[in-house]
């Protein structure tokens, strides 16, 4: 056989392979192809979805909301309440929010009355821009989650723009980042945060760390609002950010976990 020949032999061997291996690729199970995050290049700002739902935790999102604002990154956030959101809030925060406009937003939030950062959406507006993935944006965060609108959106069947939107940012395979907000959980409950772990959105639970010796209820929520920040790609203040031990290795002995 001449030289010629047992080249293209060698080249089409090596094809052949090529493509069983793509194919093998693509017939992967579903739970360990993660989608790969698409990030849009605004320069300097960035634009958010917030969605708040009726779980405990409102103070979570008013947190979350206010270093989003003061990040100094961020230009835009469409902000969606459900009513049971409001309710909570008036609750745990004595805020009353019902029928609540932009101005009365800023104002829970401390920002000016006039700013034109908070884009407030109806709930049932499935027209708004966060329903479009033609819409860019860098993400969605809903905080706190309830159990309902957690399940909603594992399922596919959506009912509102907080689920068509978290619907949208997973298909646009952007930053989706979920805080429920619950105890005990069940097996439903863990499904649905296994399911859409593996469809590409980021579940942080409600369960802020000590570590950084918190004085205030603030200190202890702000612990988990920067791990929110973290995975949304935001700069936040790193005072509760861990640093590592400075003792020795053998006065670390017996304080590890198991």
């Given at each position: ?165 978290a619907d949208v940012t997973l ?44 004085q205030t209820i603030e200190d ?39």
């Amino acid at each position: 056989m001449c030289a010629r020949c047992l080249l293209l032999s060698a080249f089409c061997l090596l094809l052949s392979a090529f493509c069983l291996l793509l194919s093998a690729f693509c017939c992967l199970p579903f739970a360990v192809c993660y989608p790969l995050l698409v990030r849009f290049n605004h320069g300097t700002t960035m634009e958010f979805t917030v969605a708040i739902t009726g779980a405990s935790g409102s103070i979570y999102a008013q947190r979350t909301l206010r270093h989003l604002a003061a990040s100094g990154v961020v230009e835009r956030i469409n902000l969606i309440m459900s009513e049971a959101a409001r309710t909570v809030a008036k609750v745990e925060l004595g805020v009353d929010l019902t029928g609540a406009d932009a101005g009365t937003i800023n104002r829970w939030l401390g920002l000016s009355g006039d700013s034109r950062l908070i884009h407030l959406h109806r709930l049932d507006n499935v027209a708004a821009r966060p329903a479009s993935g033609s819409h860019p944006q860098e993400g969605m965060v809903i905080v706190p989650c309830s159990m309902g609108t957690l399940g909603a959106i594992a399922s596919g069947a959506g009912t509102n723009l907080i689920h068509r939107a978290a619907d949208v940012t997973l298909k646009e395979n952007r930053r989706l980042v979920i805080v429920p907000r619950e105890t005990p959980y069940n097996a439903i409950h863990l499904e649905n945060m296994l399911r859409l772990s593996h469809a590409g959105a980021h579940i942080i639970p409600a369960s802020p760390g000590f570590y950084h010796r918190p004085q205030t209820i603030e200190d202890l929520v702000d612990h988990l609002v920067f791990r929110i920040l973290d995975h949304l790609g935001v700069p936040h203040s790193r005072s509760t950010q861990w640093r590592g031990l400075q003792e020795q290795p053998g006065e670390l002995k017996g304080a590890r976990e198991d």
